[in-house]
């Protein structure tokens, strides 16, 4: 037998290190568009949740255009990459929630846990 050959001993160990791998391709992805995102934020401040629509319409066209907007912690985060917006989207809102606090805002598990009022095993659970 070679030794790349799939059996069924390894088969649920290559599906469950095939999982981690797409997880973490996934979070890194998501910190170098939210790594962009807290850039330009620096450079061009940010608008509220409330006047997102009005400046779309005005100053940030230009900014806005090819984005996806996913509303976070009362502000709203722009992707850039249609595929990693369209994975986001299709998350629970919660679970969706929990990552985006935790990456693009640094918030620790446990603050996210009081600010949700959720249990830390759960968010810890959505988190990883």
């Known amino acids: 037998m070679r030794e790349n050959e799939i059996t069924s001993d390894n088969a649920e160990k290559i599906s469950s290190e095939f999982h981690v791998f797409c997880r ?29 629509e009005e400046s779309a319409m005005a100053v940030y066209d230009d900014v806005l255009e090819g984005k996806v907007k996913i509303p976070v912690c009362g502000t709203v985060v722009l992707i850039g990459d ?17 990552v985006l606090r935790n990456t693009a805002f640094g918030y620790s598990l446990s603050e996210i846990a009081g600010q949700l009022e959720l249990e830390y095993d759960t968010v810890r659970g959505y988190g990883s």
Not at 86 to 92: G, K
């Open 24 to 52: 973490k391709v996934i979070r890194r992805s998501v910190l170098n568009q939210l790594r962009g995102y807290v850039r330009y934020c620096k450079n061009y401040g940010t608008v509220p949740l409330e006047e997102t």
């Open 82 to 98: 249609e595929k990693l917006a369209a994975a986001l989207l299709e998350m629970q809102d919660t679970k969706r929630e929990i």
